[in-house]
């Protein structure tokens, strides 16, 4: 019986609230904007230095989850300013996250939601990264603009049948201006795979790709074409699911319209 493994695996929480200061800063966020009674509504937080005008703190606490406990961004270059591209910047916390790392990268930040991109910019004028570019626009396969089902938090979607009007911007074309992409962010809430399948002969210009993949419950199932586009794209990738579901096979959680988000990290060997 191999007790260490026991220890760790019955004690995990409690060991990294005692050895990881950013576990204790998203336990805090959590107990403070845990209250799902008390979403949705604007307020000011202070973390790591960094002084933020947020939307929904639950959101917010799950965010800095994702960055900075579990550094999903996080990546290594010996460039002194690496190029990246984040698609979905949200409320600027992935942007000033990269920063921390690498205050000279020349960062392009997309954000579909105008109420979301609001806070984005007042977040990265407040923190000092007024050198980023914000692009308020959807991220998608043409630049006619479209539908768009605004989330007061993090979830905004573009619809068919309704929704707010915004610009779009072909990532495609975009892509088609860059020599070379150092990280693509793709966190654009079930528009990935079209836009996906739209790059893929831009995708050799790009070293590392997050992929935040949805599958939609009224819609089909398309994990496996972005794999194989990764694959022909000379990619390998780590694959972790963020949505853990007990007893599958019993029926998957309808808490929303989602049955299935998968982070897809995907990389070059050197």
């Known amino acids: 019986m191999n007790i260490k493994i026991i220890i760790q695996v019955c004690f995990k929480g409690l060991y990294q609230f005692f050895t990881n200061k950013h576990f204790r800063r998203f336990l805090q966020l959590l107990f403070r904007f845990g209250n799902v009674n008390q979403r949705y509504q604007e307020k000011k937080v202070t973390v790591n230095g960094l002084t933020l005008s947020i939307p929904d703190g639950l959101s917010f606490a799950w965010q800095y989850y994702e960055i900075f406990y ?5 990546f290594t270059t010996s460039k002194d300013a ?7 910047a949200n409320v600027g916390l992935s942007c000033l996250y990269y920063l921390k790392d690498y205050p000279k990268a020349k960062i392009t930040a997309f954000e579909a939601s105008p109420y ?8 990265l004028e407040t923190n000092g990264a007024q050198n980023i570019e914000t692009v308020i ?20 979607a573009i619809s068919e ?5 915004v610009p779009s911007i072909s990532l495609k074309e975009y892509l088609e201006k860059e020599n070379e992409v150092d990280f693509l962010k793709m966190d654009i809430e079930g528009a990935e795979i079209d836009v996906i399948k739209d790059i893929k002969d831009q995708l050799h210009k790009i070293d590392r790709f997050f992929i935040e993949y ?7 199932q398309e994990l496996s074409v972005i794999l194989h586009i990764l694959e022909e794209s000379g990619f390998r990738y780590h694959l972790e699911n963020a949505r853990n579901q007990s007893a599958p096979f019993e029926g998957v959680k309808r ?10 990290f995907a990389w070059r060997n050197p």
């Not at 690496?82 to 979905?88: A, F, L, T, Y």
Request: aromatic share 8%; hydrophobic share 30%; glycine share 8%.
């Open 70 to 74: 579990k550094q999903y961004y996080r």
């Open 82 to 88: 690496p190029r990246i591209i984040d698609c979905g």
């Open 116 to 123: 979301i991109a609001e806070f984005l910019k007042t977040n």
């Open 137 to 156: 626009a959807a991220v998608w396969t043409h630049n006619n603009g479209l539908k768009l089902n605004e989330d007061k938090s993090d979830n905004s």
């Open 161 to 165: 049948t309704g929704g707010i009007d």
């Open 214 to 220: 949805h599958s939609y419950i009224s819609g089909k």
């Open 255 to 264: 808490t929303s319209d989602m049955d299935l988000q998968i982070n897809i």
